[in-house]
């Protein structure tokens, strides 16, 4: 992907605020034609700029009340027979749909997850069920969401 330009980053913000915009609309706010900005888009998109569209739902309309970042310690790897203890979490992380995000972090703990689920019962099942009887995991610490102050997931381009 060659370097993205003043009008494609326009195009980027534009799609960010709305994934569903015309390419017509887009080219009114860019100054370009629609066919200029679809042949831009097509480039972004098979360049992996644009990786793909998604609709963002809204957590509460659809009774998932509760958000909780969770930091979680794996236990270390010892011996080269064992698997790696990082790569068995990864795999597992991928099957638990209550995850919505996760990163490797730095620092004292191994990962960090967004975890969005009903209500604490819920929280308190997938903690006891899932993520604490993982083989891998030594330690978990929680901190629950209680007011979102910005949450977008637009990039400053």
Same mark, same amino acid.
């Given at each position: 992907?060659?370097?993205?330009?003043?009008?494609?980053?326009?195009?980027?913000?534009?799609?960010?605020?709305? $994934?569903?915009?015309?390419?017509?609309?887009?080219?009114?706010?860019? $100054?370009?034609?629609?066919?200029?900005?679809?042949?831009?888009?097509?480039?972004?998109?098979?360049?992996?700029?644009?990786?793909?569209?998604?609709?963002?739902?809204?957590?509460?309309?659809?009774?998932?009340?509760?958000?909780?970042?969770?930091?979680?310690?794996?236990?270390?790897?010892?011996?080269?027979?064992?698997?790696?203890?990082?790569?068995?979490?990864?795999?597992?992380?991928?099957?638990?749909?209550?995850?919505?995000? &996760?990163?490797?972090?730095?620092?004292?703990?191994?990962?960090?997850?967004?975890?969005?689920?009903?209500?604490?019962?819920?929280? *308190?099942?997938?903690?006891?069920?899932?993520?604490?009887?993982?083989? *891998?995991?030594?330690? &978990?610490?929680?901190?629950?969401?209680?007011?979102?102050?910005?949450?977008?997931?637009?990039?400053?381009?």
């Amino acid at each position: 992907m060659q370097a993205l330009d003043k009008l494609d980053r326009h195009i980027l913000r534009s799609l960010q605020a709305d $994934g569903r915009a015309t390419y017509e609309q887009i080219a009114q706010a860019v $100054g370009l034609s629609a066919s200029a900005v679809l042949r831009r888009v097509k480039r972004l998109e098979e360049g992996g700029v644009i990786y793909r569209y998604v609709a963002l739902v809204q957590p509460e309309a659809v009774g998932l009340g509760l958000t909780a970042y969770v930091n979680v310690r794996l236990e270390k790897h010892s011996g080269a027979a064992k698997r790696n203890p990082m790569d068995g979490f990864r795999a597992s992380v991928l099957g638990w749909p209550e995850v919505v995000e &996760c990163a490797a972090l730095t620092g004292e703990m191994d990962f960090q997850l967004r975890l969005v689920v009903a209500d604490m019962a819920a929280y *308190s099942r997938f903690m006891m069920d899932t993520l604490l009887k993982h083989p *891998s995991v030594q330690d &978990c610490k929680t901190s629950f969401v209680m007011d979102r102050v910005k949450s977008t997931t637009a990039l400053p381009v």
